[in-house]
DNA sequence: AAATTTATGTAAATTTTTTTCTTGATGATT
DNA sequence: AATCATCAAGAAAAAAATTTACATAAATTT
């Protein structure tokens, strides 16, 4: 399943005065171009309809209803990719912004996870005797709370830091078998990767999610690359929160995939903790 | 957004013995049933067109091609909330799925946001000589750190705690212009019900952010409402964390509208620090 | 059992989509 | 600068898909 939205902007380029006509339309109101008929498409892009067939053809797309359908299931709301400079002001707006901003980010994530490392992250993680998470400063340390918190559902030993301190002595306990999971969105935390170099030496595995190229990607055995651009203005929230945690999702679930047959039964006594303890609704998440 | 396959299900008695047949190959084999045309899928049901063409009249569709549009676009979140664990196996399917869930909350989201409780919301924040957070169990305390981490920066008093003792304590030392945010998914927390309610009693503002009419959200002044329900899949994450990010990230960013020039200072203090301590970029997003 | 309603198919009409063909524009090559 | 090649894009025709109108069969009610 190829995600045409994605297609449309890597072959943005490769299209014609006419076909990118199309793509705006389509990029500005999914919700017309995917109703529309290829008279209306073609109508409101001043082109005419084999111009239409052309342009899904060129996208990989058998016919005109084929790209309705692939447009249709690619479920991305978002009306614009690209940046809007925010003046947002009034409540609406800023739901707005903020709610479009995180699915672009998570539509960009998608482009960008790179899938072998994630498998190998994954993997390390599955078999870990003991897994560290370590971030610091607000938002990494969040993610590193996250990691444990999806981890020890799962029957693993599971322990977040984000005291810098604390995370050089811990670094300095590991055992074959630990993975350590490293934190940044900038990649320029020196002492995690001070911390990162030291538990290797002491025979770790190091997994990261970081900026690519960084400090912190360097002191790695499998670095999931994530790099995205924050927008310049600084009352915004970081959005890129939503992509780290998306990817730490995904390895959670893999791994939870992996690991099925022993990650049920804590589960399941978790579960039962909290129901017999809070009450007897139990299609609620695990843990508030 | 209209949910077809819902639809469908609930008005399956009340379709004709041919209609049947039609929504048993829609049931059975989704993937053919958007892609055929209508003659196709008409001569799979050994019905003729214009029954199919009923069909989808009956189901609230103008036209076939308009059925087939809302097929695909609850096809491809269907699949993965009906049968996602057989489904997602592999990591390239667990991206897709994991973005995919991620992005319609988000969508969901959007249509359920209610603007003027967050407007409140802002405005009691905005204004707090101190801001309390409290939540639990994982999720909702990871929610109450990320609402510290976010208001710390635009120059407000702000704690988080996840410890029910703790915060039934600090309920109780709260003053007159004090607000405590309360957070939890399935709203069932009692003791952070009962803590909310002690802090009233003590003359604090209340804001949650929990589903509405359960136990916390009595507790409270604003409540800003969230009701998404979670899929069956133990193994699969939660992605209501998403709706709770992104609802704080907007209370968040209206308090800083609100307070933008209480909120600059701060914030300039903090990158400048950030700055000279670490490295020279300063485009980075505040607070790994 | 007759009358009425409902369901469904056939065939025609309409609409939509695609194919084919042509024109005009752009650019490279001599 | 003239010629040729290539490409974009529309017009018109052809094909395909979809819907409408109508007729008949089946089911249900009286």
Redesign the interface.
């Known amino acids: ?1 190829v995600d045409i939205i994605g297609t449309l902007q890597r072959e943005m380029d490769g299209l014609s005065r006419s076909e990118q006509r199309i793509a705006n339309i389509v990029f500005d109101d999914r919700q017309f171009a ?2 529309a ?1 290829i008279i209306e498409l073609a109508g409101r892009a001043e082109v005419s309809p084999p111009t239409v067939t052309r342009f899904c053809r060129r996208l990989g797309c058998q016919s005109f ?2 790209f ?3 447009l ?7 009306q614009r990719y690209d940046e809007p400079q925010s003046n ?2 009034n ?2 707006e ?6 479009t901003r ?2 672009s980010v ?2 960009n ?2 482009d960008q ?1 790179d ?1 072998p490392s ?2 190998q992250a ?1 993997d390390a993680i599955a078999n870990a005797k003991m897994v560290y998470a370590f ?8 993610f590193a ?2 990691v444990q ?2 981890l020890f559902r799962l029957g693993l030993r599971a322990m977040a830091t984000n005291d810098h301190s604390m995370q050089l002595m811990t670094a300095s306990t590991v055992q074959e078998g630990d993975v350590v999971v490293g934190l ?3 990649g ?3 002492e995690l990767s001070r911390a990162l170099e030291v538990a290797s030496g002491y025979g770790a595995k190091i997994v990261t999610i970081t900026k690519p190229q960084s400090l912190v990607a360097e002191a790695t055995d499998v670095n999931i690359p994530i790099d995205l ?2 927008g310049k203005d ?9 992509a780290f ?2 990817a730490i ?2 390895v ?3 791994v ?2 992996k690991r ?1 047959d022993l ?2 039964e804590p ?2 006594r978790i ?1 039962s903790q909290l129901v017999t303890f ?2 007897e ?1 139990d ?6």
Not at 135 to 140: L, P, V, Y
Request: hydrophobic letters at 40%; a positive charge; glycine letters at 6%.
């Open positions: 399943m995917v109703n008929s209803s084929e309705k359908v692939r249709a299931q690619s479920a991305f709301i978002g947002a002001s409540a609406e800023v739901v707005q912004t903020i709610l995180a699915q998570l539509h994530l998608n996870l899938i994630i498998e994954a971030g610091s400063g607000g938002n990494s340390s969040l709370g996250e918190n999806r940044s969105i900038s320029r935390n020196r651009q924050e600084v009352l915004r929230p970081s959005s890129a929160r939503f945690l998306a999702d995904v959670a679930h893999l939870a995939i099925k990650a049920i589960l399941r579960k809070r009450d609704d299609s609620q998440p695990l843990g508030d």
